[in-house]
């Protein structure tokens, strides 16, 4: 009887895993088809993607010219880490003459929920800065994300000089990133952020960035920067959106701007001597903050209490803590 009970819970555990385990291969196959190439299957962007835009801010690029647009992707039920991003890093704001604006990108609910479709409709009249298209808002949905503030903004406000594309739990100092941008001073071909160099597909199923040698056939994966925050030239945003429409669709969404880059031949740069790209949270201190571009993990009620302490903060204090620090 025992021996039974145990055959059972194992022909369970086993059904469920490999249920879990189609769902996760199906995931892509919901948005891309898959073609037979010298005996290797490889993903295709497919054919019936919507690219209809269901949300538009209203925008006047031409006359506004904008030096920084950040992009960032969220869900639905993100509206909370929408409004403190609204009130602090993402406000619309000039920084040494030079202006600084966010808009949000959304996909559908993915219940479809009527309620939740309204509310969105409602703030975006209010704020004028989500940009949605009707693909399902899911994670492994980013590159659709991603691709569309890509095609938005090369559309819609060509004029800007640089585009940030990041999270909604992430924290952004824009003051030191436009300080860095205008330090570095090169506005063409020009793509930054937290850099990898020497990354490997994840086949372990259980991983949350888990590809299959179906989806991956490669064995490493090209430079890239990490999803959390990166930064480029006008110029790369409309090179990657008309060669996105050749490349072959891949749901980890930083993977697929790399390959995007390696056959534009872009290289990664490097925004200044001194790491400014976190993809993990840096403990807060204002000084520390100061110094740093991106810190990931934020909460939205940590977002206001940092950024109201960062603007709060003197410069000589911070010099002092930082010599401390290194002496």
Not at 50 to 65: G, I
Not at 207 to 216: C, D, G, L, P
């Amino acid at each position: 009887m025992a021996r039974k009970k145990l055959f059972f819970a194992i022909t369970v555990m086993f059904s469920v895993f490999g249920v879990w385990a189609l769902v996760m291969e199906l995931n892509i196959l919901n948005y891309c088809r898959i073609c037979p190439k010298t005996n290797t299957y490889y993903f295709i962007d497919f054919e019936d993607v919507n690219k209809t835009f269901t949300l538009l801010p209203k925008v006047n690029c031409k006359k506004t010219r904008p030096y920084l647009v950040l992009l960032i992707t969220c869900t639905h039920d993100e509206k909370e880490a929408r409004m403190a991003i609204r009130e602090t890093w993402g406000r619309r704001r000039r920084i040494a003459g030079k202006l600084v604006s966010s808009y949000f990108l959304l996909g559908i609910s993915t219940y479809q929920d009527l309620k939740s479709e309204a509310e969105l409709v409602n703030e975006s009249s209010t704020y004028n800065d989500i940009i949605q298209r009707p693909f399902i808002d899911a994670y492994y949905n980013l590159t659709l994300k991603t691709i569309m503030g890509i095609d938005w903004i090369s559309e819609h406000c060509p004029e800007t000089k640089f585009v940030m594309k990041t999270d909604s739990d992430m924290f952004i100092n824009t003051f030191y990133l436009v300080q860095l941008l205008e330090k570095k001073n090169q506005s063409s071909n020009f793509f930054t952020g937290f850099l990898k160099l020497n990354e490997y597909p994840i086949r372990n199923i259980f991983s949350k960035w888990y590809a299959s040698e179906r989806e991956y056939p490669g064995v490493k994966y090209p430079p890239f920067c990490s999803g959390t925050g990166y930064v480029f030239s006008i110029d790369v945003a409309q090179k990657i959106y008309n060669i996105s429409m050749t490349v072959p669709f891949f749901k980890l969404e930083d993977v697929y701007l790399g390959l995007c880059l390696a056959i534009l031949d872009i290289h990664l740069k490097e925004l200044h001597t001194e790491q400014t790209f976190f993809p993990e949270k840096q403990t807060f201190s204002a000084c520390r903050y100061s110094k740093l571009v991106t810190s990931h993990g934020v909460k939205p009620n940590e977002n206001i209490v940092y950024w109201n302490l960062l603007q709060r903060s003197r410069a000589e204090k911070c010099k002092l803590e930082l010599n401390h620090m290194t002496s």
